[in-house]
C-alpha cells in the first residue's frame, strides 16, 4: 500500500512526541515495544528451590507485548545457592517448574530471559552439599552483611578457594544451566557477573588474591567470567546470551582499585563474542539500597560494547527517559519501582503516580502478600498503549 507524504509526516511527528522510554527497540532477533525492563529481582519464593506456581501470575503481571523481562536470579547448581528458597535451573523438576511460568510471559507476548548465577562465598554450610564449604576464588570470609531492607543476610561460612583444576567444571555448570533455560523454554540467559557473587569475585582485586592463571593481572581476573561466556555462547548462541556487570559497586566487600578500567575491558571482550547485550549498574549503586554523588558514569562502557547496552541503578522515569534520549543506553531496567508497580509501561507512558514499595515484604515467603497484590491502575485512568 502506498504511503501518502502526509500521512509520512504525521508518523514522523507522532514519532517525536514520543516518550524516550516508550519508544521501539529492536534487540537482535527480539522487537521492543518499549525500553522499560523487569530487572532481576529475588523474591526468595521458590520453595525448595523449585519455581512456583505463585510466580505464574507475579510475571504475567509484569509481561507487555514486546517487553524484555529478566527472571531472578536462577541457581546454576546446588553449590550456586546462598538464600532460602531462591530458584535453581539445574534439575529436572526446576525445569519442568520453570515451563509454565515462561507459557506465561510468552502468550502475552513478553520476551523473557533468565538470569543464571552462582553466589560464590555469599553462603553457608546448611546452603551446600553436604555442608561443605561455600566456594569462591579466594578463602576470605565475608563481615556480616545488610540486605536492601536492613535485615541482615543470612549467617555466611568461610569459602574454600577453587582449586585451577577445578574451575572448568563451574563452567560447565553454567554451560548445562544455559540449555536447561532453552529447554524450559526461556528466550536466552543472562550471566549474573554482579554484585559481589562469584563472579564479581574473580573480577575484582579486592576479593581476588589469587596468583594461577585466574589471578593477578586484568586480563587473569577476567579469565573465568569470559570463559563462562565462551561456553553458554557455545552452547546456545551468542544472540541468547547477555551478561550484567557492577565494575563500580562494592556489594559483599567486592570492590576493585580501577573499575572503570575494569568495565571497559568487560565490554570490549563480550563485545567480541557478539552476545545479545551488556546489562550495567550505575557507579553511583555503591552499597544496597543507596545513591552515592559519583564523577563516574557508564558513557566509556556502553561506548566499548558495540551491542544493545541496559543500563539499573536508582532510575526514576525522567532519568530513564534522559538516558535513552542522549543515547546513555538503549535500554533501562527498573528493580523495586517495577515490583511495586506491575503495570510499570503504562504509568510511564500516562506519567501516572507509582505505587511505593515496601522493602519488609522484597523476601518474605508469602506466595501473594508484597508479591501479587501491588495494585494496577484503574482503567479509568486513561487508556494506554501497553496493557
Known amino acids: 500500500m502506498e504511503v501518502k507524504e502526509e500521512d509520512r509526516i504525521d508518523a514522523t511527528t507522532s514519532n517525536e512526541n514520543k516518550i524516550p522510554l516508550l519508544t521501539p ?58 538464600y532460602t528458597d531462591t530458584p535453581g535451573i539445574w534439575t529436572k523438576e526446576q525445569v519442568e517448574a520453570w515451563k509454565p511460568i515462561v507459557d506465561a510471559v510468552h502468550a502475552k507476548g513478553g520476551i523473557f530471559i533468565c538470569q543464571l548465577g552462582h553466589v560464590g562465598r555469599v553462603s553457608n554450610y546448611g546452603f551446600q552439599p553436604n555442608g561443605q564449604a561455600p566456594i569462591s576464588c579466594t578463602d576470605k570470609g565475608l563481615t556480616p552483611q545488610i540486605r536492601a531492607n536492613g535485615d541482615p543476610v543470612e549467617d555466611l561460612s568461610p569459602p574454600r578457594r577453587l582449586k585451577t583444576e577445578e574451575i572448568p567444571q563451574i563452567v560447565n555448570d553454567f554451560r548445562i544451566a544455559s540449555r536447561n533455560a532453552i529447554e524450559a523454554g526461556f528466550d536466552g540467559v543472562e550471566i549474573h557477573g554482579a554484585h559481589g557473587y562469584l563472579l564479581d569475585q574473580f573480577l575484582k582485586d579486592h576479593v581476588n588474591d589469587r596468583t594461577d592463571i585466574y589471578g593477578g593481572t586484568l586480563e587473569n581476573r577476567c579469565r573465568f567470567p569470559l570463559e563462562v561466556i565462551e561456553a553458554v555462547v557455545n552452547e546456545i548462541g551468542a544472540d541468547r546470551v547477555g551478561m550484567r556487570l557492577s565494575p563500580f559497586a562494592s556489594y559483599m566487600e567486592s570492590g576493585d582499585s580501577n573499575p572503570e578500567a575494569l568495565g571497559v575491558y568487560m565490554a570490549e571482550s563480550l563485545g567480541k563474542y557478539g552476545i545479545l547485550y551488556c546489562h550495567m549498574i550505575e557507579p553511583r549503586m555503591k552499597l544496597v539500597g543507596e545513591k552515592f554523588e559519583t564523577p563516574h558514569s557508564l558513557l566509556r562502557v556502553r561506548k566499548a560494547f558495540k551491542g544493545t547496552f ?65 495494585p494496577f491502575l484503574e482503567s479509568s485512568t486513561g487508556t494506554a498503549v501497553f496493557n
Open 25 to 82: 527497540y529492536k534487540m537482535g532477533n527480539f522487537l521492543l515495544t518499549h525500553r522499560v525492563v523487569l530487572a532481576p529481582l529475588t523474591r526468595q519464593r521458590s520453595y525448595g528451590n523449585v519455581p512456583q506456581p505463585h510466580a505464574i501470575l507475579y510475571y504475567a503481571q509484569r509481561t507487555t507485548k514486546g517487553g524484555l523481562l529478566i527472571s531472578e536470579a536462577t541457581g546454576v547448581s546446588d553449590t550456586a545457592q546462598g
Open 310 to 374: 541496559i543500563a539499573t541503578g536508582g532510575y526514576t522515569r525522567e532519568d530513564g527517559n534522559k538516558a535513552i534520549a542522549e543515547n546513555y543506553a538503549d535500554l533501562v531496567a527498573y528493580g523495586r519501582w517495577f515490583l511495586a508497580n506491575p503495570d510499570l509501561p503504562r504509568r510511564f507512558e500516562l506519567n501516572a503516580p507509582l505505587n511505593k514499595y515496601d522493602r519488609e515484604t522484597f523476601y518474605t515467603s508469602d506466595p501473594v502478600h508484597g508479591y501479587v497484590d501491588y
